[in-house]
């Protein structure tokens, strides 16, 4: 198994440019999250997903659009780069919490860092 | 709402000396309790974890972790580090709000061991 893979790794944008990352776990996990991480900000929720068709709002997600439409993929949109996007984008994947399972560990991609010009 | 706080955004600390990092959250609910590790240039993956019973949970490779409900902490401890053990540490809380699986993350602590 592969686990949680991520496309691409580095990426650098030009102020105004579109690009799309995309997320793939090959666990049947049902909940799907894209993180970014910045210095001393530690990891800042910014899309996440319980279930095939369906997103939702995290902590930071103003200028990123995310979508779902297979289970296994979880793509993260950006329309039109700031530098302040610049940063380490995690994917992460987790199963659907259950009576027999009710603590959530995530399982996170490698990351792809972005650098925005 | 719940929060983490983790007290040192650094820690060095020479090789096979003993290390404490430490990890507070807020939360009025019963929590699920993690740390996770970063290694340079790499995702988190997860080094230990608290979901009830005994409150000293150990990792594999020598970390262990106290869960104390009256100070609600969850420090992060190990008597001898190696280099190897050089990287971020993110303590994290489960999310009580809703069956959604989210994790609260604290800000990361870097260990840098030094020879």
């Known amino acids: 198994n592969a686990g949680v893979t991520q496309t691409p790794k580095f990426r650098v944008l030009k102020t105004g440019q579109s690009m799309t990352l995309l997320c793939a776990q090959d666990m049947n996990h049902e909940y799907m999250y894209w993180y970014r991480q910045d210095p001393g900000m530690g990891l800042r929720l910014i899309h996440y997903s319980v279930g095939e068709g369906t997103t939702a709002k995290g902590e930071v997600p103003d200028g990123y659009n995310v979508s779902r439409l297979k289970k296994q993929n979880f793509l993260l949109g950006l329309e039109s780069a700031a530098p302040s996007q610049t940063s380490v984008y995690f994917c992460?994947?987790?199963?659907?919490?259950?009576?027999?399972?009710?603590?959530?560990?995530?399982?996170f991609g490698p990351g792809t860092r972005l650098t925005v010009l | 709402a719940q929060s983490v706080t983790q007290l040192d955004s650094q820690v060095p600390v020479f090789e096979e000396a003993p290390v404490e990092l430490r990890c507070n959250y807020s939360?009025?609910?019963?929590?699920?309790l993690f740390w996770y590790v970063q290694y340079p240039n790499q995702g988190l993956q997860l080094l230990l974890k608290y979901l009830s019973g005994s409150t000293l949970v150990e990792s594999i490779n020598g970390f262990e972790a106290e869960f104390n409900k009256s100070q609600t902490s969850f420090h992060l401890r190990k008597p001898s580090v190696h280099i190897s053990d050089t990287a971020e540490y993110f303590c994290a809380v489960s999310d009580s709000s809703g069956n959604t699986g989210k994790l609260i993350f604290g800000q990361g602590t870097t260990l840098q061991v030094k020879p």
């Open positions: 992460a994947s987790s199963y659907l919490l259950r009576d027999t399972l009710p603590y959530n560990e995530q399982f």
């Open positions: 939360s009025s609910v019963s929590v699920y």
